[in-house]
């Protein structure tokens, strides 16, 4: 069991308080020197990665921090750093790095389980809402990178819920994200976000068409099903309309009406297949 004291929290939450990479790394290396598994000391580094906005260590040493963690309680209060320094490394992106949302998706599901239970999934709306508070005073590194990393945090999400109603906040939040990055961008790339909120709208349609139109009750047992099964099966063609929604935004015009066809199709595909299962 991981040995943590109260001294060693205090001294925690006075180094993620300052926000520099340097000084949550030694922390969180020394903790590690002393006990490799330490949740502790792998969600602090976690945190000092998200603030070099090194994506792929930071999601993998939060991964085994929130898997190695021994007391679940603990998760929430994780979150509230998990999120600042998520949202810093979403925003300070550039470049083409290598991001596998996929595995974030995965520890959202591990998250999620560890958590109290809330109405508005605390920690993918914290991210939103936080970066949201933090685009409206500042410009991120490059806006259409920033909106392409947020469109994929949205999609991931639906890896770890299945609840529809959730989503559709989501995206509100993420349409929200998408206009005030347009402000920053060149027109050509806030041409780009424009279209790829094509996505953002066609999946939010679905989804409310899909709760006025489906008693609340017997919902309840889809989203019950969706719980105890896998979710491959929708995920497919929710996946393939993302792709699709990205190869619009960019092809030529001939291209891209397909690739916009093809999205339609699959966002309708999806919700069907969501909705048609059998339940008792």
């Not at 000084?23 to 598994?37: A, C, M, T």
């Not at 397909?258 to 966002?267: G, N, P």
């Not at 297949?273 to 059998?278: E, G, I």
């Amino acid at each position: 069991m991981a040995t943590v004291s109260e001294d060693l929290f205090m001294e925690g939450r006075e180094v993620l308080s300052s926000q520099k990479a340097e000084d949550i790394h030694k922390l969180g290396d020394r903790i590690i020197s002393v006990e490799p598994d330490n949740w502790y000391g792998l969600y602090l580094r976690g945190c000092a990665y998200g603030y070099e906005s090194d994506f792929s260590n930071c999601v993998e040493n939060w991964t085994k921090a929130v898997n190695n963690l021994d007391d679940d309680s603990q998760m929430e209060s994780m979150c509230q750093e998990m999120c600042k320094a998520l949202v810093h490394c979403l925003t300070h992106v550039d470049g083409n790095p290598s991001m596998n949302f996929a595995v974030l998706g995965e520890n959202l599901i591990t998250v999620n389980d560890k958590l109290p239970e809330s109405d508005d999934e605390v920690f993918v709306t914290s991210v939103l809402s936080l970066a949201l508070e933090g685009l409206r005073a500042n410009a991120p590194v490059n806006p259409l990178m920033t909106y392409y990393t947020f469109k994929a945090l949205v999609m991931c999400s639906f890896r770890a819920y299945v609840e529809l109603g959730i989503f559709l906040g989501f995206f509100e939040k993420l349409n929200e994200i998408a206009e005030i990055l347009k402000g920053y961008s060149d027109p050509k790339s806030a041409g780009v976000i424009d279209a790829n909120q094509l996505f953002s709208v066609e999946v939010s349609a679905a989804i409310k068409s899909a709760l006025d139109d489906t008693p609340e009750d017997y919902l309840e047992k889809i989203e019950e099903y969706w719980l105890e099964h896998k979710t491959d099966s929708y995920m497919g063609h929710l996946q393939q309309a993302y792709q699709m929604s990205a190869n619009y935004a960019v092809l030529g015009k001939f291209t891209g009406k397909l690739a916009k066809k093809v999205m339609l199709t699959e966002v309708q595909v999806f919700i069907k297949t969501y909705l048609n299962v059998k339940v008792n």
